[in-house]
């Protein structure tokens, strides 16, 4: 870094990307600089920090993990879909977390390719064979990873971030379902897991691992059957 900057360079660079404990990852900071200058780094961020209301040092690990996972992406895509990082709008994004939280979902869906596959199949077969509706209520199936994924940072449970979800779903040793509101179909609303051995529930929950109420419990017996 000396090599790069002077010294007032780097005490500011080093006070962006302090953490909670008072470090500095310098690999990280060399992997910045060799997209942007120290005056578009500092620009860049502060603009950021008006955006997301969180430290200098998380906004950085975002777009430290945005790159790696850009790259990690283009290993396997084609050509002309890979992303091209020379481009001023995915070199620098307007919001860094909608864009690391974007990409991160491609990446896991990258990694569980196989199991993605099972989900979709899963979903054609469960949705014939196992529809449910009543006057309040119906039933989803998930499509895909990204269904999980959406579901569990919509409802701020952990369906989303625990792999053991989907991957169980895709093995079928379990089945994931979303509860939706007739009113609002497309909102998730609450998210239950049944054991496809004897198909008994194993849990259920809805905005932030919130209980279900009795009109959801009914609704669930009454799938079961």
């Not at 990280?28 to 578009?40: D, R, T």
Request: charged share 30%; glycine share 4%.
């Amino acid at each position: 870094i000396k090599k790069i900057l002077n010294t007032e360079q780097i005490e500011k660079l080093i006070s962006l990307t302090r953490n909670s404990k008072g470090g500095t990852d310098i690999n990280k900071i060399n992997q910045v600089l060799k997209l942007m200058s120290i005056e578009k780094i500092l620009n860049y961020f502060n603009r950021q920090l008006e955006i997301n209301k969180v430290a200098t040092s998380t906004l950085f690990d975002w777009y430290c993990d945005y790159i790696s996972m850009a790259n990690e992406l283009n290993k396997s895509l084609p050509k002309k879909k890979k992303i091209d990082m020379s481009a001023t709008i995915l070199r620098y994004p307007r919001n860094i977390k909608q864009a690391h939280d974007g990409i991160s979902l491609k990446v896991k869906v990258l990694r569980n390719k196989e199991d993605n596959k099972k989900i979709k199949k899963l979903n054609k077969e469960y949705s014939k064979k196992y529809p449910f509706e009543n006057r309040a209520f119906l039933i989803r199936y998930p499509e895909g990873i990204e269904d999980f994924v959406r579901e569990g940072a919509s409802l701020s449970h952990c369906v989303g971030n625990n792999p053991h979800y989907s991957k169980d779903h895709a093995a079928e040793k379990e089945i994931t379902i979303f509860i939706r509101d007739k009113k609002k179909p497309d909102k998730p609303y609450y998210t239950a897991t049944f054991y496809t051995e004897d198909f008994r529930l194993e849990e259920c929950y809805g905005k932030s691992h919130k209980t279900a109420p009795e009109s959801i419990s009914k609704f669930l017996e009454n799938y079961a059957e």
